[in-house]
């Protein structure tokens, strides 16, 4: 299973901190862009893995989705979810990303916003929501963008026979990435964009659309603290279609 940082008392109440937990897609820098990617959801059927609070399944329902799913692994965030929901076009649901399982052509859109980071291994996945997906249906995700998520740094690695080796952990050398974000012992996965790229068109995929993502100068100057992304993304989008 993968790992549940989310139900850790600590990470919840420092991600409940958050804008964007705050206050909803319009407090997350890269919504805009992301609208820009996504199809006319009026009548679809759209899933949304890694939910959270549920914003986007929402923001879905408000641009006339059918029926939205939405599939976390926190009980924690569901709840939060449910509590912020009064609609019964939208339902939730509790699932691991790594033991994903869909029905079969049933769905219009599947989205996913910086949750795939968590998983070890996105073939799974990828496969997963392909054959969910009905012909032309879309898949719109996002995640960390591996320059983010590979520290470059010397020291000792232990691979998983418990042995040691020192080296630089550079862009090329991908997996497992310890991070102490909001709590202690994060796990994510660093991949090259790459290997993300090549394992979705593995899976079916035409990729449509790819947006490294950095803050418009507008936004910098309403807050400067979006000046460092101009630096090096922290997140990639990515939109593709069966």
């Known amino acids: 299973m993968s790992q549940n940082i989310y139900d850790n008392q600590a990470f919840f ?9 705050q206050f909803g897609l319009e407090a997350a820098p890269e919504w805009a862009s992301i609208q820009a990617m996504l199809p006319a959801l009026s009548g679809k059927r759209v899933i949304d893995l890694g939910c959270g609070y549920g914003w986007f399944c929402r923001s879905a329902r408000e641009a006339g989705a059918a029926e939205v799913l939405g599939v976390d692994l926190s009980e924690k965030m569901l709840a939060r979810a449910r509590e912020l929901t009064d609609d019964n076009g939208i339902s939730y649901q509790r699932g691991d990303l790594e033991q994903l399982a869909l029905p079969s052509q049933a769905t219009d859109l599947v989205y996913s916003q910086l949750a ?3 998983l070890p291994d996105l ?8 054959q969910a997906l009905q012909p032309g249906g879309w898949f719109v995700f996002t ?5 983010y998520t590979c520290p470059v740094r010397q020291g000792w690695l232990t691979d998983d026979e418990g042995q040691r080796s020192w080296a630089v952990n550079n862009y090329q050398n991908e997996g497992k990435r310890v991070s102490n974000w909001l709590a202690d012992g994060v796990v994510k996965y660093h991949r090259t964009l790459g290997t993300t790229l090549n394992a979705l068109m593995a899976a ?8 490294e993502w950095g803050p418009t100068a507008e936004q910098i100057k309403a807050n400067p603290a979006l000046a460092e992304e101009v630096e090096r993304p922290m997140m990639v989008l990515v939109s593709a279609q069966r």
């Open 204 to 211: 079916g995929f035409a990729i449509r659309h790819i947006n």
């Open 13 to 21: 109440d420092g991600y409940a901190q958050l804008p964007r937990s």
């Open 116 to 118: 795939l980071h968590y």
């Open 143 to 147: 995640t960390e963008h591996p320059i």
């Open 123 to 130: 073939a799974p996945v990828f496969a997963t929501i392909y």
